[in-house]
């Protein structure tokens, strides 16, 4: 190929030359620039490696302290959730006595009217689906789950004991026995409206 250029050579610019050969910077400074940078890059990574290790120095200590708080921690969770149940318990009774102003006399005293011959109340508990009566009844003559039953419909009928409740259902009867009494332990629940 034919190159036609009437530039004398001297003032010719090549494309190829390399543009920082052109700029006439010493060695000696360049040198320093990059001894400099890689001083600096240096420098940064041994901060940054020294940051890193008082990092991992700071989460060991906090682990450490975990682990010593532990056991403590548990029992205040402990506490708190006893607390908390507390005071669910709390706001149940106050709920279901001044909300909804039960009477309960006269429901403890149909429930004392109502219990037929050799039939016992255990235990009565409040919780939030109702009134839950545990008892037993002991007979030689009659079946126990027919006293239950008369129990049962006779609060039923008592319309001061079932006011504030919508449904009153036997949860659980079991007969067994003792020598030669049978008895029959049983579980009601009063729903509260």
Do not use: C
Request: overall charge positive; cysteine-free; proline content about 3%.
């Amino acid at each position: 190929m034919i190159d036609i250029n009437l530039i004398p050579l001297s003032l010719r610019k090549n494309g190829k030359e390399n543009v920082f050969l052109t700029i006439n910077i010493p060695k000696e400074i360049l040198l320093n620039v990059g001894a400099g940078l890689i001083l600096f890059m240096v420098t940064v990574h041994l901060i940054l490696g020294a940051v890193w290790l008082v990092g991992i120095g700071r989460l060991s200590s906090y682990r450490a302290n975990w682990q010593r708080l532990s056991p403590e921690k548990e029992v205040l969770d402990a506490i708190d959730n006893e607390s908390k149940g507390l005071k669910n318990k709390i706001n149940m009774i106050s709920d279901m006595t001044t909300r909804k102003s039960v009477r309960w006399a006269p429901k403890f005293n149909a429930i004392s009217d109502s219990l037929p011959r050799g039939l016992w109340i255990r235990k009565m508990a409040l919780d939030t689906s109702g009134l839950v009566v545990e008892g037993s009844v002991v007979s030689k003559t009659q079946n126990g789950i027919n006293n239950v039953g008369l129990f049962l419909s006779a609060l039923k009928q008592n319309d001061d004991f079932m006011k504030d409740f919508f449904s009153l259902e036997v949860n659980s009867i079991q007969r067994t026995k003792v020598n030669t009494v049978e008895v029959t332990d049983f579980t009601a629940m009063a729903k509260v409206k």
